[in-house]
């Protein structure tokens, strides 16, 4: 995709470039919420991110499984409920 200024840039740039933009001149935090996640499906459906995604995916798992773990321990625990 070429620009007006003659620069050429990838799906994956313009998904980045809408999440920056998102982040960065909304006010509106729906809005941005929107922009944002509008890019990030940008972003998954690239073949190299989505194959990526899906490699990473039992550690993110794994990880997010011991969180729990370590997270409901410590709100049960008495001292933490005072």
Known sequence: MARADGL?????GLACSHIRLGSAHLVNDDLR?????DAWS???VLPPVAKLLST?????????SKYLEAHDSLVAAPSYNK
């Open 33 to 37: 919420g929107s922009q944002v996640g």
């Open 56 to 64: 990473a995916q039992p550690s993110i798992d794994f990880a997010l």
């Open 42 to 44: 940008t972003l998954v």
């Open 8 to 12: 050429v840039y990838d799906e994956l």
